[in-house]
């Protein structure tokens, strides 16, 4: 009988156990808001390190999402950007119930790509020197929800209303002004607060008490019930780690 040295005994184990993580690694095809793509990206590599699971990211406007959920597409996971479309997708059949949980509570921004262009209280929206205001399609994004909803209760919705440009999603909004498309527009504060980096340009907070709190739910969808890696994703969403990473770009929680 052959005899296997204790070293080379535990080597083997050590190699059965790497073997045996890497056949357990999956992947999990997420859909995820655009706002929080940034430090989900983190959060994904923090979730590969931890499970060896991998997050497959599509990026782009909640609404639109719900949309394509509707029409078969193979998401495991929607991490939104709102509360009511995991509700609805729950209602529809589509995502299990009891999985919806409040992941982050999100910021609104008035922001310019020009340093002091954007006073602190915002007053450059009702002084209308300039010709675009950028905005995310407010029927698919609920931050431009959130930004006309703004508008609204500062009067300014029907003054503004020939300059108002409208993005697909809040990226593209942002995009609109820092391309300088639009003098300035409405976004999220985890798109110019970033972890690390100089702020670029300039920009107001929004008062919360302008708009309807944007209470941002992770659901698990029907398609990835079965999946230990969707799962293990939206668990690892509620970590310590994650929670970490979420507050940093300027989220609540």
């Not at 782009?60 to 996971?77: C, E, L, M, Y």
């Not at 009511?84 to 609104?108: D, Q, R």
């Not at 999603?169 to 100089?198: C, Y």
């Not at 029907?222 to 799962?231: L, P, S, V």
Request: charged share 15%; glycine share 10%; hydrophobic share 50%.
């Amino acid at each position: 009988m052959l005899s296997v040295p204790s070293c080379s005994r535990a080597l083997l184990c050590t190699a059965a156990m790497l073997i045996g993580a890497c056949a357990q690694a999956d992947e999990v095809q997420v859909a995820v808001a655009a706002n929080f793509a940034g430090p989900f990206q983190q959060i994904a590599a923090g979730f590969q390190a931890a499970t060896g699971h991998q997050a497959i990211v599509a990026i782009g406007s909640t609404g639109k999402f719900h949309t394509q959920i509707r029409n078969g597409a193979p998401f495991a996971v929607l991490i939104a950007a709102d509360d009511e479309t995991p509700a609805k997708l729950i209602n529809e059949g589509l995502a299990v119930k009891g999985s919806s949980f409040t992941y982050a509570v999100g910021k609104l921004v008035l922001w310019s790509a020009r340093a002091a262009y954007v006073d602190p209280k915002g007053e450059v929206l009702k002084k209308g020197d300039f010709q675009h205001l950028a905005v995310a399609n407010p029927r698919l994004a609920p931050y431009g929800a959130a930004a006309m909803e703004a508008l609204g209760k500062l009067g300014l919705s029907d003054n503004l209303a020939p300059r108002i440009v409208q993005g697909e999603n809040i990226a593209q909004a942002q995009q609109f002004v820092a391309t300088g498309n639009a003098e300035l527009g409405f976004v999220a504060l985890s798109q110019v607060a970033v972890p690390g980096k100089p702020q670029l340009g300039s920009f107001w907070l929004v008062p919360t008490d302008l708009y309807t709190p944007i209470r941002q739910n992770a659901v698990l969808l029907k398609t990835g019930a079965n999946q230990a890696a969707a799962q293990a994703l939206l668990k690892h969403l509620q970590s310590d780690a994650a929670k970490a990473v979420i507050q940093a770009w300027g989220y609540g929680l």
